[in-house]
């Protein structure tokens, strides 16, 4: 976490890397984040929770001429894929054939995980902010984050979908592994395992938005004490959003909270 610094604001605002995840470790500081958010007028996600249609997304996120992956790939793989998938996850994704590659990744990721928790932290902190009366903003649209996922080359997502059905357990560890890393406050090495686990993806899925959500950061920073709560894989590397920031003169000092 950050206090965010500008040179003509009276108060500070402030950025929080989460996890989207419903694991107990996402919310390792829940009590003093919030206790920092108290401070703010105003709370910004990566998309405005509140918005009808960040909750429909998915319906969006379908293949083109609605095709189905039994059309894009060969139905002796699809099926294996399937198998492997529906009992290392619990997910069947022949429910979701018509969706991009990328959506099931996603989809059977988040069943890998653990999660202790009804919601993911982000969600809870959206929730809190809007119970205090905070005015909510999200720094992307739904749109833009779809437009993401449809400039991702189809060939690269079933590659990634067929990858994960026969790495499957080291997927998980891999997800576990992220999990310990947040919790230990590494944001670099987080960024690195991100940035290796979505491979040529990563223009479109950090390097395009950390822009995108760094002059978003700023723009809202100007104008009210806001507390800004984005992926974690966002703030690290040469591209992040601590780094964008720093180069707009913004001053970024780090808040540490003791270990309990």
């Known amino acids: ?34 206790a920092y958010l108290d401070r ?32 894009l790939l060969p139905e002796k793989k699809y099926f294996k894929v399937r198998k492997i998938i529906k009992k290392a996850s619990g997910l069947d994704i022949d429910q979701f054939q018509h969706f991009l590659p990328i959506v099931l990744c996603q989809l059977v990721q988040e069943q890998l995980m653990p999660s202790e928790m009804p919601y993911t932290l982000d969600q809870y902190l959206w929730d809190y902010a809007r119970r205090q009366g905070k005015k909510g903003h999200g720094l992307e649209t739904t749109e833009q984050q779809l437009q993401v996922l449809h400039k991702i080359p189809l060939e690269e997502q079933l590659k990634d ?22 919790a230990t406050g590494d944001y670099q090495s987080l960024f690195k395992a991100a940035k290796k686990s979505i491979g040529g993806a990563r223009r479109f899925l950090l390097y395009d938005r950390n822009h995108l959500m760094a002059n978003k950061i700023l723009a809202l920073a100007h104008g009210h004490s806001t507390f800004f709560a984005i992926g974690a894989a966002h703030l690290g590397g040469q591209k992040g959003v601590l780094r964008l920031l720093k180069q707009t003169g913004a001053k970024l000092k780090p808040i540490l909270f003791k270990e309990d």
């Open 161 to 182: 979908l067929l990858y994960l059905g026969k790495n499957i357990n080291k997927e998980r560890r891999e997800l576990f592994k992220m999990i310990e890393l947040y």
């Open 1 to 34: 976490m950050w206090q965010i610094e500008l040179e003509e604001n009276l108060t500070p605002s402030y950025l929080l890397g989460t996890v989207h995840a419903r694991c107990e470790e996402a919310f390792i500081n829940i009590n003093e984040w919030c």
């Open 40 to 71: 703010c007028s105003d709370f910004a996600a990566e998309i405005d929770l509140d918005d009808p249609t960040s909750q429909n997304w998915i319906n969006e996120a379908r293949l083109p001429n609605n095709q189905s992956m039994l059309e």
